[in-house]
Nanobody, 127 residues
Framework: QVQLVESGGGLVQAGGSLRLSCAGSGRTFSTYAMSWLRQAPGKEREFVAAISSSGGTTYCADSVKGRFTISRDNAKNTVYLQMNSLKPEDTAVYYC????????????????????WGQGTQVTVSS
């Protein structure tokens, strides 16, 4: 069993930065690939970034590439999303989610495709 708790969200002006954290419990956290997804009001859930269990492979969606960076520290059971040059369209609830395997080119958004989800953290970017 893995429990995930996100933190670090908040209100920031356009062009600013935030770092989201997702703390995982359980001895098996380091064996899971981790992802960040987001959902804005009235919009479909969007895949943002993924990282393999070792941290050796990462992926960022085109909408955030060059601005967001995903990383993890398995010693701390934590995955991070560094968000720079934030835009109003980045406003959403951000979720971290765990999958047993990382598959290149496969970045699902459906809840049932993941083994565990966090509760989400709100990010609001003002113009």
């Amino acid at each position: 069993q893995v429990q995930l708790v996100e933190s670090g969200g908040g209100l920031v002006q356009a062009g600013g930065s935030l770092r989201l954290s997702c703390a995982g419990s359980g001895r098996t956290f380091s064996t899971y690939a981790m992802s960040w997804l987001r959902q804005a009001p009235g919009k479909e859930r969007e895949f943002v970034a993924a990282i393999s269990s070792s941290g050796g492979t990462t992926y960022c969606a085109d909408s955030v590439k060059g601005r967001f960076t995903i990383s993890r520290d398995n010693a701390k059971n934590t995955v991070y999303l560094q968000m720079n040059s934030l835009k109003p369209e980045d406003t959403a609830v951000y979720y971290c989610a765990a999958r047993r395997y990382y598959t290149n080119g496969y970045y699902p958004t459906a809840r049932e495709k993941y083994d565990y989800w966090g509760q989400g953290t709100q990010v609001t970017v003002s113009s």
